[in-house]
């Protein structure tokens, strides 16, 4: 199985071996996870995400504790899912949760800076939109996720996020980059990129999510598997917001 490339999708999340002190592999074929179960999932945690996300929103910026508590909170979360293996409904819902405040609150904040109130709206149209897109392809075979777009990918992550990481640090010392970040012609190649890049993710999410279901994965870990999906569609979300503010800010200058 190819690496997804996705930290909440390890190579180890559908092996047996992982939970030798669960019995899930002994019950019948109906305990087993299905491409449907994640689906309904899925759809679970994107309800609540949008409704905690909709809420913070709208409040802002009265509710700025609640984005601050969502970073937090959705950080926290998220490493404990990912290193102690929770497939807990209760520990993923709370991620999504959290994952929601964060959002609107971020939302609210690229609203304001670009003057487009309506930006949620048209960022999550647009992310929807892209995974339809890159469901239809994967299921029509038009694209594969091998071995080589695994390399491709993960170098194109990895290299993504050390330039964030370099702007969080410089951000402290007054250090900016402006030719990326900026409004301008290669900060919007830029997001286009990254967006690129994100919705990439979503095919190693579906392939490796598929796998799991041809090995026979138990049921239970469709929530993780569901997880693992809105940790990718967050991120693309949040990148077409920035990229749409980028190209707002740019035609208003």
């Given at each position: 199985?190819?690496?997804s490339?996705n930290p909440?999708?390890?190579?180890?999340?559908?092996?047996?071996?992982?939970?030798?002190d669960?019995n899930w592999?002994d019950?019948?074929n109906?305990?087993?996870?299905?491409i449907?179960?994640?689906?309904?999932?899925?759809g679970?945690?994107?309800l609540?995400?949008?409704?905690s996300?909709?809420?913070t929103?709208m409040?802002?910026p009265e509710?700025?504790?609640l984005f601050?508590?969502?970073?937090v909170?959705?950080l926290?979360?998220?490493?404990?899912?990912i290193?102690?293996r929770?497939?807990?409904?209760?520990l993923?819902?709370?991620y999504?949760?959290?994952?929601?405040?964060?959002?609107?609150g971020?939302t609210?904040?690229?609203?304001?800076?670009s003057?487009?109130e309506?930006?949620?709206?048209?960022?999550?149209?647009i992310?929807?939109?892209i995974l339809?897109?890159?469901?239809?392809?994967y299921?029509l075979?038009?694209?594969h996720?091998?071995?080589?777009?695994?390399?491709?990918?993960?170098?194109?992550?990895?290299?993504?996020f050390?330039?964030?990481?370099i702007?969080?640090i410089?951000?402290f010392?007054g250090?900016?980059i402006?030719?990326?970040?900026?409004?301008?012609?290669?900060?919007?190649?830029?997001?286009?990129?990254v967006?690129?890049?994100?919705s990439?993710?979503l095919?190693?999410d579906f392939d490796?999510?598929?796998?799991?279901?041809?090995r026979?994965?138990p049921?239970?870990?469709e929530?993780r598997?569901?997880?693992g999906l809105?940790?990718?569609l967050?991120?693309?979300?949040?990148?077409?917001?920035?990229?749409?503010?980028k190209i707002?800010?740019n035609?208003r200058?």
């Amino acid at each position: 199985m190819y690496r997804s490339g996705n930290p909440a999708l390890s190579d180890s999340t559908f092996d047996k071996n992982m939970y030798k002190d669960t019995n899930w592999w002994d019950n019948s074929n109906s305990n087993q996870m299905s491409i449907e179960g994640v689906s309904e999932k899925t759809g679970i945690l994107l309800l609540i995400t949008a409704t905690s996300a909709i809420a913070t929103s709208m409040m802002m910026p009265e509710s700025s504790i609640l984005f601050i508590i969502g970073f937090v909170g959705s950080l926290i979360s998220a490493l404990i899912i990912i290193f102690s293996r929770s497939n807990s409904p209760f520990l993923i819902c709370s991620y999504a949760l959290f994952e929601g405040l964060f959002l609107g609150g971020i939302t609210w904040i690229f609203a304001q800076q670009s003057g487009l109130e309506s930006i949620g709206i048209i960022a999550a149209s647009i992310t929807f939109l892209i995974l339809a897109v890159m469901i239809t392809i994967y299921r029509l075979g038009l694209i594969h996720w091998d071995k080589n777009m695994q390399i491709a990918v993960t170098s194109a992550m990895a290299a993504i996020f050390l330039i964030y990481l370099i702007s969080i640090i410089g951000s402290f010392i007054g250090f900016e980059i402006p030719l990326i970040h900026g409004s301008g012609p290669v900060g919007i190649a830029f997001s286009l990129f990254v967006v690129g890049i994100a919705s990439l993710c979503l095919v190693a999410d579906f392939d490796f999510i598929e796998r799991g279901v041809l090995r026979g994965a138990p049921k239970q870990l469709e929530w993780r598997a569901a997880f693992g999906l809105l940790v990718t569609l967050a991120w693309l979300y949040l990148e077409i917001l920035k990229l749409i503010a980028k190209i707002t800010i740019n035609m208003r200058n």
